[in-house]
């Protein structure tokens, strides 16, 4: 896939760059980024705010306890994280940091989120706020980013206001449109991980993808993976070949979503831990490998719950409903759906019919509880409403079974 040339920022506008054939070539990825260098830019700095020692230890006194009051005072650091922040830059006057937190609250930042910005990247101080940061936020925000999703990103990681718009994070989204098509596929990515705007996209993510796509994987499975599970993609050549390889020796067909579910659910440390303390949780309940296999191929996602959620919707359906446990591997979906909201509410119904004889008792989950709200309401509460018309408020919740059941 050839990618446009980087675009330059144009009027207050961004040239983007039009999606072709789904293949991706190194040679389109733009080689001409500089190094990365926080603020190497002699422009990004005022002359009077910068980090070189006087020759005078009074006058380098005074700017260090100024700036150290100005972090405490102005930024709400505390007094152990501004002297840290204070070795990092030493400020002569307010006027270049007001600049710069007057642009984020203008922006949506919070006390908060400003506090922790300026914690983990202090040098922001000295950015130029008008020609150095506020394209930048403008950039995000053309592109569909909230101000609310823009303030939370950035200070989780300030690092994209430390990367070059032109060289860096406009090719990066011009990368990525030529992949996801839709800006607000870009934003689901960012929102997963900041480093889909940050990485050598010809390191990792350009190979992972074309062999994806040369082992058979539609390009809207690649775009759902891309876009909802960007980490996975982003991981080193050879472990993705590896992982992919696992899933289709496990049986999943690369031409479906559930494969590259399946690529995520095996991807990284930490889905590894996941996915063991999730094998341990079923066995618990009574399930065999064969049993856990066969929910993975299902919905792989099942093996990356909490076990606070399996054992919470386990203990409802095999003791309240009186379900074989393993009954629930053939169905793995239901784990997934809310208790409160989905699951007890519908279950109450078909208790209800059951003891009015009105359906039977062998009901499945598939039919239960698997069906849209519309489907299942006219299916099993309104088509009976004049033989039982309090089941929708055993539905709503507004009558508890216990109260029906001792009325009847």
């Not at 940061?133 to 823009?150: C, E, M, N, R």
Request: glycine share 2%; with cysteine; hydrophobic share 40%.
């Amino acid at each position: 896939m050839a990618v446009a040339i980087p675009p330059h920022q144009t009027q207050g506008t961004f040239l983007l760059c039009t999606k072709p054939p789904f293949r991706i070539t190194f040679s389109s990825i733009p080689t001409n980024r500089k190094p990365f260098c926080v603020f190497s830019l002699q422009t990004q700095f005022s002359s009077s705010s910068s980090q070189v020692t006087s020759k005078n230890p009074r006058d380098e006194q005074q700017r260090l306890s100024f700036t150290i009051d100005y972090l405490i005072d102005s930024c709400g650091l505390s007094p152990d994280y501004a002297i840290l922040a204070s070795r990092k830059l030493l400020l002569d006057s307010p006027e270049r940091p007001n600049t710069v937190l007057n642009l984020l609250r203008d922006h949506g930042f919070s006390t908060a989120q400003i506090s922790t910005l300026i914690k983990k990247r202090p040098v922001l101080l000295l950015a130029n706020a008008e020609s150095v940061l506020l394209p930048k936020l403008q950039f995000f925000l053309s592109i569909g980013v909230s101000k609310s999703l823009l303030a939370r990103t950035l200070a989780s990681d300030p690092t994209i206001l430390t990367r070059s718009l032109t060289n860096q994070l406009i090719p990066s989204y011009n990368f990525l449109k030529s992949v996801l098509d839709a800006d607000e596929k870009i934003v689901a990515a960012l929102r997963r991980t900041t480093w889909v705007f940050l990485e050598d996209h010809t390191k990792n993510l350009v190979p992972n993808i074309n062999f994806m796509s040369e082992t058979g994987v539609p390009e809207k499975c690649i775009q759902l993976l891309l876009t909802h599970f960007p980490e996975a993609v982003m991981q080193k050549n050879h472990e993705f070949r590896a992982i992919t390889n696992v899933a289709k020796e496990m049986g999943f067909n690369p031409k479906k979503s559930t494969f590259v579910l399946a690529i995520h659910a095996l991807s990284g440390k930490g889905n590894k831990s996941i996915w063991d303390k999730c094998f341990e949780v079923y066995q618990g309940w009574g399930w065999s490998e064969d049993d856990i296999k066969c929910a993975f191929k299902k919905h792989p996602h099942c093996m990356m719950l909490s076990e606070k959620k399996i054992n919470r919707t386990m203990e409802f359906l095999v003791k309240e409903m009186n379900l074989a446990p393993r009954s629930i591997a053939q169905c793995p979906v239901v784990l997934f759906f809310s208790l409160e909201k989905r699951i007890i509410p519908r279950c109450s119904v078909i208790k209800v019919l059951a003891s009015k004889g009105l359906v039977k008792e062998d009901w499945s989950l598939t039919s239960l509880l698997v069906p849209v709200e519309k489907v299942f309401l006219e299916k099993l509460v309104i088509k009976f409403e004049e033989e039982l018309p309090e089941l929708m408020d055993v539905y709503r919740g507004c009558t508890k079974l216990s109260s029906f059941f001792a009325s009847v």
